[in-house]
T-cell receptor, first 118, second 112 residues
Framework: GAVVSQHPSWVICKSGTSVKIECRSL??????MFWYRQFPKQSLMLMAT?????????EQGVEKDKFLINHASLTLSTLTVTSAHPEDSSFYIC??????????????FGPGTRLTVL | AQSVTQPDIHITVSEGASLELRCNYS??????LFWYVQSPGQGLQLLLK??????LVQGIKGFEAEFKRSQSSFNLRKPSVHWSDAAEYFC??????????FGAGTRLFVKA
């Protein structure tokens, strides 16, 4: 149980285009979903937290107009990288939690999406 | 400031040898603590977690970790390493506000 999928697993796009990454919880309802960014050989940096039906909460320094997050249902969150540039190339990982903020915070991670912007 | 520190960037152990990966945390209160493993190009898999209670936590794949409040540590151990254990290991802490802080990670190399 507690499986999270991401699609696509990798994507290459041209500079200036937008890319959408999907994160789905397959066997549970995700009250909260998270988006992380991981640079090569570095740790995960939380980009934003989203709760179903409400606006995402972005971490300091993350451009909300560049990284659009939508959590329209309890099983799906999307991250859209708008007007992508080479510096946006990274490994993006989502995670999901079936619990609300008041509960203990176990997250289930997706396999990640490798984005390369040419 | 809250932080999770993994002092070792990489560690090499021989197959069959024991393993200990270090993790120290700095929080005002005892956080929830986690160890994750990440294989190349993959997401994170939870090995074990500590919330409260018994300070020796058993996880999957033969891993265990011991919470030591006096040392602010949560070190990961395995008595006998297998070649398939080669991966990146992340320690993480969370005080309950969904602000998980990850350590920088320790890359484990296993030599035959």
């Amino acid at each position: 149980g507690a499986v999270v999928s991401q699609h696509p697993s990798w994507v290459i796009c041209k500079s200036g285009t937008s890319v959408k990454i999907e994160c789905r919880s397959l066997d549970f309802q995700a009250t909260t979903m998270f988006w992380y960014r991981q640079f090569p050989k570095q740790s995960l940096m939380l980009m934003a937290t989203s709760n179903e039906g409400s606006k995402a909460t972005y971490e300091q320094g993350v451009e909300k107009d560049k990284f659009l997050i939508n959590h329209a249902s309890l099983t799906l969150s999307t991250l859209t990288v708008t007007s992508a540039h080479p510096e946006d190339s990274s490994f993006y990982i989502c995670s999901a939690s079936p619990y609300g903020e008041a509960s203990y915070n176990e997250q289930f991670f997706g396999p990640g999406t490798r984005l390369t912007v040419l | 400031a809250q932080s999770v520190t993994q002092p070792d960037i990489h560690i090499t152990v021989s197959e069959g040898a024991s393993l200990e990966l270090r993790c120290n945390y700095s929080y005002g209160a005892t956080p929830y603590l986690f160890w994750y493993v990440q294989s190349p190009g993959q997401g994170l898999q939870l090995l074990l977690k500590y919330f409260s209670g018994d300070t020796l936590v058993q996880g999957i794949k033969g891993f265990e970790a011991e919470f030591k409040r006096s040392q602010s540590s949560f070190n990961l151990r395995k008595p006998s390493v297998h070649w398939s254990d080669a991966a990146e290991y992340f320690c993480a802490g969370d005080t309950g506000g969904f602000k998980t802080i990850f350590g920088a990670g320790t890359r484990l190399f296993v030599k035959a």
